[in-house]
């Protein structure tokens, strides 16, 4: 496995790969590996990129040693060079490497009171690869240019029937009562393994679990909305267009249990 990125590799020419962005905890650890390396290898299945588990712990304990401090890792697996066309070739040389970051910058503020997000023009589409965290983020590049035109904190992504997918970086959350909503994401969307973690952690505390699209204006009469992913971690929304919700006490119970992972 090789860890240059050649100039005819797949991953530049044709989004051909895989990417995993780890929170790094002040001691070094990464608590939510498992679930990383989880999603890394089953994304790879699908694509028919080879690659075993023993790389990507290789790929990653090199990363970290040495470096101490809370932060960002990214590991990205592409196919490697070659092929002709879009056609791979039969016998790859995947490309794995890792690069250090530091923690995206929410403020106390935000965590604490809410973000402001809007709604993005561009659309999720129908994904063949839905859930797989792909090099194939062009949408969501798109967003990120609304989101920053527009001075929101974060943006949300509709479908082609404008129902809610995601945020254009987290997955989305609200609080029905005792019930816990997400959106499905069998046709578009990241399955993020912090969404993961807090389905199964609701689940088990007794929360009604309710994964399924439906329309932008189920949000209207939500207790709470909030986003998550693995670097933030929870993020309450307070204001979506003439929207306003509190920060419930479920909310604040997420954010702390999640966050009490990387402590």
Known sequence: MNGAVASDDRGLAYGDGLFET????????TPLW?????????????????????ALERCRADA???????GVLKLTLTRGPGG???LPPDDPTPTLFARRGGLPPWTA??????????VCDTPLGLDPLAGCKHLNRLPQVLGRREV????????LMLDEWRRPVEATAMNLFAVFGHTLWTPSLERAGVAGVARAWLLERAAADGWCI?????????????????????VVGVLPVRKLAQWVWPVPEPVRRFQRDLDHLFQ
Request: charged share 25%.
């Open 22 to 29: 780890l929170r790094v905890s002040a001691a070094g650890d």
């Open 34 to 54: 498992p679930r990383h390396r989880a999603r890394l290898l089953d994304g790879a299945a699908r694509l028919g990129i080879p690659v075993d588990g023993a």
């Open 64 to 70: 970290l040693a040495g470096d101490t401090g809370a």
């Open 84 to 86: 002709r066309g879009y």
């Open 109 to 118: 503020a935000q965590r604490e009171q809410g973000v402001q997000l809007g």
């Open 148 to 155: 920053a035109a527009a001075g929101w904190d974060e943006g």
């Open 210 to 230: 309710d994964v399924r699209m439906r329309p932008l204006s189920h949000l209207r009469a939500a207790d709470g909305v909030f986003l998550s992913n693995a």
